[in-house]
Nanobody, 127 residues
Framework: AVELVEFGGGSVQAGGSLRLTCKGS????????MGWFRQAPGKEREGVAT????????YYADSVKGRFTLSEADEGRTLYLEMNTLKVEDTAMYYC????????????????????WGQGTQVTVSS
């Protein structure tokens, strides 16, 4: 079965950094759209950053551009989200998601367009 496992969340003060990791397993696709989403209490889930594995465009939410960096390893089976200059408003549960067998990533980053999800990892930024 397809499995996405996230780790690396935690608590940090504003201005600090964290790196989230997502490891995928249980599938044979080699090129697909994968990315990070987040959901804060009382808010809808939103796209943070997505990219095609093994190259291709990377998309970022305006709120994280210049602060977050998405990268991959292990031929796309591992996805990293380097988060710098964290803000209190970055506090949320962060989820890794993929769209195996689906269309390429695009700037919409709609959570409804992603099929596989991890269990999430909490990021808390304090002032």
């Amino acid at each position: 079965a397809v499995e996405l496992v996230e780790f690396g969340g935690g608590s940090v003060q504003a201005g600090g950094s964290l790196r989230l990791t997502c490891k995928g397993s249980g599938y044979t696709w080699s090129r697909y759209c994968m990315g990070w989403f987040r959901q804060a209490p009382g808010k809808e889930r939103e796209g943070v950053a997505t990219k095609m594995t093994r190259g291709g465009n990377t998309y970022y939410a305006d709120s994280v551009k210049g602060r977050f960096t998405l990268s991959e390893a292990d031929e796309g089976r591992t996805l990293y989200l380097e988060m710098n200059t964290l803000k209190v408003e970055d506090t949320a549960m962060y989820y890794c998601a993929s769209r195996l067998g689906g269309w390429d990533c695009d700037e919409r980053m709609s959570p409804r367009d992603f099929y596989e999800w991890g269990q999430g990892t909490q990021v808390t930024v304090s002032s």
